[in-house]
C-alpha cells in the first residue's frame, strides 16, 4: 500500500479526517520551508503539499501567484526542492506530494524526474494542467516507480468522474470552486451531488480542497471527503510571518485538525 | 493528425480539470456545425456582407520591381472590417457560442486586433463582453482600448507577469474556470487547448483557400511560395492550410527577433524555444533554465508571445514550413517601406512578413509567384512606431 493510502487509512481508523496543507517552496526560501514542514507535521497534519514555483500558475489565485513570485525571486528550482525533501526524509516519513504545473516536469525529461521523485522519496505529484485524456504520458513513468499521480476531479466533472476515478491513484483531489485557488467566504458547489457521482466510483481516498481557509469551513465540509485541503490561508501565514512562520502554521494546523 | 487534437507529438489538452468540460462541449458543437449548411451559410452571408471578403489579391508591381525578384502579391486582410484577420475567426466562433446558447464571450488580445474584432460581433449579435489585455499593450495600443469600450466590451487590463498577451491569456483562462458554465471564451489565435487550434484554423483557412483561386484566376498557376507573421499563428495557419499537401508551394513564416535574437529581448520561439507545455498545449516555448516561460520581448504587442500554435510546430520538425526571425528595426523598416512604395501601411505585425519578403523575394526568379499576407492595417501602430523613431506627436 502507498504511503498516501496507508496515512489516510490510519486517519480512518482513528474515525477522523486527513488535513493536508499547502506550502510554496522556496517561499520565503527553502530552509524555512523545510521548518514550516516540521511545524505543520507537528499540528497533525496527514500529509504535506509542496508547491513547485512556475511563472504561470494558471490554476492559482493571488496569494499562491505572490508566493511563486517570492521564491521565483529567490531562482528555486525543482532539483533544490529534491534536495530538501531528501533531508526532510532523514527527519520524517509524512507523506509528501508535489503540485506543480506539466511544463516543469516535461522540459526536467519526465522518466529524469520520476526517477528523481523516487530517490529523494517522494510519495505523489499532482500536475494541475493534466486532464486525463493528457495523463499517460506522465502517469507510465510515475506508476512504474510506485508515484502516486494524484487525479483531481472538479465540480464541472461530471460524466468525466467516472473516466477520471479508473487511473486515479493516492487520493482523489476534490476541487471544491470553479474558478482558481485562494479564500473564499462561500463556497457555491453543489457538493451533494458532486460526492454521489464520486462516491459510486472512486476506490480511493478523496480530499476537498479549492476555496477552503479555516477551521469553520474544514468543520463544514469533512463529511464529504475523507480529508480537507488548505493552501491558500497557509500560504497568506508564511506571507505575514516569513521565516518565523512555522509556531502559527503549527497553532494553525492544530486549530483545523482538532474539528477534523 | 495522428490522434485527436495531436500534430505530430503536439497540440493536446493540457488544462485544469475544471475546463475539461467545457472543452468537451465545445468540441461536440464545433462537429456538429463545421459541416451544418445553415451555420456555413451564415458564416459565408457576413464574411461577405459585413467584413466584405473575398478580401483582395493585390500585385505589388512597385515592390516587385524594386526587389527585382518574384513577383509579389500582397493578399489584403487588412482591407477587412476592424481592420485586420482577425474578424474571420471572431465570427466562426461567435456565431457557434450564439447556437451554443452563451450569452457572455470573453477573449485576451494582445495588439488589442481580436479585443476589437470580438468587441466588434459582440456588439452585431448581442453578447456581454470582456476583453483581456496585457496593462503593457493597453498602453502601446492605448486607441485600440479606447475602440473596444465604444463598442461596448469591458477592458480589464492584466496587472501580472511581464504584463503582456501570456498574462492576458492567462487571466483569460481564470475568468473561464470561473464562469465556464456561462460563457465563451473567443480564442483569439491558432493556440490553446484543443479543439482551439483546429477551429481557428479553419476559420482562418479562408485565407489560403481565397489566395489559391485568385492566384489561379490571375495567373493560372499556383503561388510558388506564400508568407506570413506568426505570433501564435493564426494568420499563417490560414494562409498555409490549404497548400499544405501542394508540396511546390514553399511555406514561410516570420516571427518576431525582437531587438536581437542572441539576447533575451526576443519572441523567435521557433528559432530559439525548445518543446514544452504551456496554455493548454505542447508547442515550441521561449523556457528559462528551470521549466518556466521566459519573458519574451517585441515591438509589436500581436507577436510578443512566448509559444506559437501545435500545427506550426509540426510543420516546423517535419520541415513542411520555415520560420525565420526579423528584428524589431527590420520591421519597422519595412513598415515605412510599404508605406512609401505602395501606399499601404501595414500592421507592425504584418511588417515582419514584408521585412521577410524583402529578404526571400530578390533570391528567387522573376517568373516566380510570392504571396504574403498582410494580417492587419498599420493604423494602429502609426503612434508607437513615431514613438520608436523618436519623433515628439501631438494627437
Known amino acids: 500500500m502507498s504511503n498516501i493510502k496507508l496515512a489516510f487509512e490510519k486517519k480512518k481508523l482513528e474515525g477522523k479526517k486527513a488535513f493536508i496543507p499547502f506550502v510554496t517552496a522556496g517561499d520565503p526560501n527553502l530552509e524555512a520551508t523545510e521548518q514550516f514542514i516540521y511545524a505543520l507535521e507537528k499540528g497533525g497534519s496527514t500529509l504535506i503539499e509542496i508547491g513547485i514555483p512556475f511563472s504561470d500558475p494558471v490554476a492559482d489565485g493571488p496569494v499562491i501567484q505572490a508566493a511563486n513570485l517570492r521564491a521565483m525571486e529567490n531562482d528555486i528550482h525543482v532539483n533544490n526542492v529534491f534536495d530538501m525533501v531528501a533531508k526532510i526524509r532523514k527527519n520524517t516519513q509524512i507523506p509528501l506530494v508535489f503540485l506543480m504545473y506539466a511544463n516543469t516536469i516535461y522540459h526536467y525529461g519526465i522518466a529524469d524526474f ?47 468522474t467516472e473516466k477520471i476515478c479508473e487511473t486515479a491513484r493516492g487520493f482523489l483531489y476534490c476541487v471544491s470552486s470553479l474558478g482558481v485557488t485562494g479564500m473564499r467566504s462561500q463556497i457555491e458547489t453543489d457538493f451533494g451531488e458532486m460526492f454521489e457521482t464520486i462516491k459510486k466510483y472512486s476506490k480511493i481516498p478523496t480530499a476537498l480542497g479549492f476555496g477552503i481557509s479555516n477551521a469553520e469551513q474544514a468543520a463544514v465540509l469533512k463529511d464529504y471527503a475523507d480529508g480537507i485541503i488548505i493552501g491558500s490561508a497557509v500560504v497568506r501565514i508564511i506571507e505575514e510571518k516569513g521565516v518565523e512562520a512555522a509556531p502559527a502554521l503549527e497553532a494553525f494546523a492544530r486549530s483545523v485538525v482538532d474539528v477534523l | 493528425m495522428s490522434k485527436k487534437g495531436k500534430y505530430g507529438i503536439y497540440g493536446g489538452q493540457y488544462v485544469p480539470e475544471t475546463l475539461m468540460n467545457a472543452l468537451e462541449e465545445l468540441e461536440k458543437a464545433y462537429d456538429v456545425y463545421k459541416n451544418d449548411q445553415a451555420f456555413n451559410e451564415e458564416l459565408d452571408f457576413l464574411f461577405k456582407e459585413y467584413t466584405g471578403r473575398p478580401s483582395l489579391l493585390y500585385y505589388a508591381e512597385k515592390m516587385t520591381k524594386d526587389l527585382g525578384g518574384a513577383k509579389i502579391y500582397l493578399k489584403r486582410e487588412d482591407l477587412n472590417h476592424t481592420g485586420s484577420h482577425k474578424i474571420n475567426n471572431v465570427l466562426g466562433q461567435m456565431l457557434l457560442a450564439k447556437r451554443m446558447g452563451k450569452k457572455r464571450v470573453i477573449a485576451e488580445t494582445g495588439a488589442g486586433q481580436h479585443g476589437v474584432a470580438t468587441a466588434t460581433i459582440a456588439a452585431l449579435m448581442g453578447f456581454e463582453c470582456e476583453i483581456y489585455m496585457g496593462e503593457e499593450d493597453t498602453v502601446r495600443q492605448a486607441l ?93 495557419i490560414g494562409t498555409f492550410y490549404d497548400f499544405i499537401g501542394d508540396k511546390e508551394v514553399a511555406l514561410y513564416g516570420a516571427e518576431a527577433g525582437g531587438r536581437d535574437i542572441e539576447t533575451i529581448e526576443t519572441a523567435a520561439t521557433m528559432t530559439k524555444g525548445t518543446p514544452g507545455i504551456f496554455h493548454g498545449m505542447k508547442a515550441y516555448f521561449l523556457q528559462t533554465d528551470n521549466g518556466s516561460i521566459a519573458p519574451v520581448y517585441s515591438i509589436s504587442a500581436g507577436l510578443d508571445y512566448p509559444g506559437v500554435g501545435p500545427e506550426h510546430s509540426y510543420l516546423r520538425d517535419i520541415n513542411r514550413a520555415t520560420y525565420l526571425p526579423i528584428t524589431d528595426d527590420e520591421a519597422v523598416e519595412a513598415f515605412e517601406y510599404l508605406s512609401k512604395v505602395e501606399g499601404i501601411i501595414p500592421a507592425i505585425e504584418s511588417s515582419h512578413a514584408v521585412a521577410l519578403a524583402k529578404k526571400i523575394a530578390p533570391t528567387m526568379d522573376k517568373d516566380k509567384i510570392l504571396v504574403i499576407t498582410l494580417s492587419g492595417r498599420g493604423d494602429k501602430d502609426v503612434a508607437a512606431i513615431a514613438r520608436y523613431k523618436g519623433v515628439d506627436l501631438h494627437e
Open chain 1, 114 to 160: 520520476f526517477k528523481r521523485c523516487q530517490e529523494v522519496g517522494l510519495d505523489g505529484v499532482i500536475i494541475a494542467d493534466l486532464p486525463c485524456e493528457e495523463k499517460e504520458e506522465f502517469d507510465a513513468y510515475a506508476r512504474d516507480l510506485d508515484i502516486d499521480l494524484i487525479a483531481l476531479v472538479a465540480p464541472t466533472s461530471r460524466a468525466r
Open chain 2, 144 to 236: 485600440n482600448v479606447y475602440r473596444m469600450e465604444l463598442l461596448g466590451a469591458k477592458v480589464n487590463p492584466v496587472t501580472t507577469g511581464t504584463k503582456t498577451l501570456k498574462d492576458a491569456v492567462n487571466a483569460a483562462l481564470q475568468d473561464w474556470a470561473q464562469n465556464v458554465e456561462t460563457t465563451f471564451y473567443c480564442m483569439g489565435s491558432a493556440v490553446g487547448p484543443h479543439p482551439y487550434p483546429e477551429i481557428v484554423r479553419d476559420f482562418q483557412s479562408v485565407i489560403g483557400k481565397e489566395i489559391k483561386v485568385q492566384t489561379l484566376a490571375k495567373e493560372g498557376r499556383l503561388p510558388d511560395a506564400v508568407m506570413a507573421c506568426v505570433g501564435g499563428g493564426s494568420n499563417a
